[in-house]
């Protein structure tokens, strides 16, 4: 028990680590909470800082959630629950990173991302291979559907159906299953404004369907001699 909740201390300080927030101000010397949405997640880094600065974050957000899991694994002898409650609390650092507490709204708050990416290595962390089925579904909900937001809350989801799978074939645990839906819901809750903007349809498309968008606008005004 002691070796399983020392786990779970360490995987929040590991995902609490503010990988975006550290890399756009060593990029471009700015707070990334005070720019856009002020999460400290890829989608955000990219608006503020570029590209390579976004896919760095990526990178470092996969890569601290993944070694959360691992850590856990390691000190309980791979006790499912802990190590699928590290994955989750990897992701809870990641959104409410104990880094980033300030004051605000009448007292104090966490900030932090909305814990795609970290939920991606998370799952990575608890079966490798789901990594090559949800990489691929993210990239098509991406491009396809055309918003991050979806995109973010596509990947616990897919997890939470590769590990039901595997836990009625008999070879996976079902606590893999609990991640998946802690780690839903705490994205969802992040995403609580996002949520509103896409019922609203005002949420911010990408992918094909905004280079549609795009070159539609273009062509309305080549015809009304605009451009």
């Known amino acids: 028990m002691i070796w399983g909740l020392l786990a779970l201390a360490l995987a929040y300080l590991l995902g609490s680590v503010p990988v975006g927030l550290l890399v756009v101000r060593a990029r471009r010397g700015r707070d990334i909470r005070k720019w856009y949405s002020g999460r400290t997640g ?16 990526v990178l470092g957000d996969v890569g601290k959630a993944t070694l959360a899991v691992a850590v856990a694994r390691w000190l309980t002898g791979g006790h499912a629950g802990f ?20 004051r605000g709204g009448g007292g104090y708050q966490l900030k932090g991302g909305a ?15 789901s990594g090559l089925i949800l990489l691929p579904l993210a990239g098509a909900v991406y491009y396809g559907i055309g918003y991050a937001s979806v995109t973010t809350m596509s990947v616990p989801l897919g997890a939470g159906v590769i590990f039901a799978l595997r836990a009625l074939r008999g070879v996976g645990p079902w606590e893999y299953i609990a991640f998946a839906i802690a780690v839903e819901a705490l994205i969802i809750w992040a995403l609580r404004p996002n949520i509103r903007r896409l019922l609203d349809g005002e949420e911010r498309l990408v992918g094909w369907r905004a280079s549609r968008r795009k070159s539609g606008k273009a062509e309305a005004g080549k015809e009304q001699g605009v451009d």
């Open 83 to 102: 190590v699928a409650a590290a994955g989750a609390a990897a992701v809870l650092g990641h959104n409410y990173s104990i880094f980033l507490l300030e």
């Open 42 to 57: 890829a989608t955000n880094v990219m608006r503020v800082a570029g590209y390579w600065a976004g896919l760095v974050t």
């Open 115 to 129: 814990g795609g990416a970290s939920a991606f290595g998370a799952a990575v962390g608890l079966w490798p291979p």
